[in-house]
């Protein structure tokens, strides 16, 4: 059974080269606006940071929201190394309500991921803080249009396989 056809999520070493962790969560709709692509529209940085631990041409701003996520992410990604941490520095002249929430949550590390819906599997990036604001969502960030890459929208089912940072910069990028 390949990962994008499991219905539960486990986590361990696992299969497929170095998968180490395995998530699901249901896609939600956070509105336009809102947090991570105001964010990195707002502060370059973040994109080229991001660009840098991938080597993507291009980041697509903002991320797809899962809620719900199987298992909670924290514990689960507690022993799993990650491709990088933002500098506590790289987000400049945040506004005073900005600056507040970065420095309450953290600064996020990122995991080489590939997201699965559907008939679309995508290489992507997992980003995660250390205190998020809701313990069991995650976010992900693609080099494409990830709605439009995995075929998905509101409510839809979509799988998490982290990987570890070699074994994920192997991985073809539109894994479909």
Known sequence: MNCSQRLECQTGRGHDMGMLVAFKGTLIDRGRGTGAKRIMDAHPKRGEFIRRLTGWEQ???????????????????RDVSPLGEE?????????????QIAKKRGSPKYYG???SARSGRRRVVLSQQPRPAVGHRLEIIGD???????QVVTGDIIHIEIFNADDWRQLPADLI
Not at 88 to 94: A, C, G, Q, W, Y
Not at 144 to 150: D, E, K, N, Q, S
């Open 87 to 99: 500098p506590d520095d790289l987000l400049l002249n945040l506004n005073a309500s900005d600056a």
């Open 113 to 115: 991921a590939v997201a």
């Open 144 to 150: 494409v249009f990830l709605r439009t890459a995995l």
């Open 59 to 77: 980041v697509e701003p903002g991320t797809l929201t899962l809620d719900h996520a199987v298992p909670l992410p924290l514990p689960a990604l």
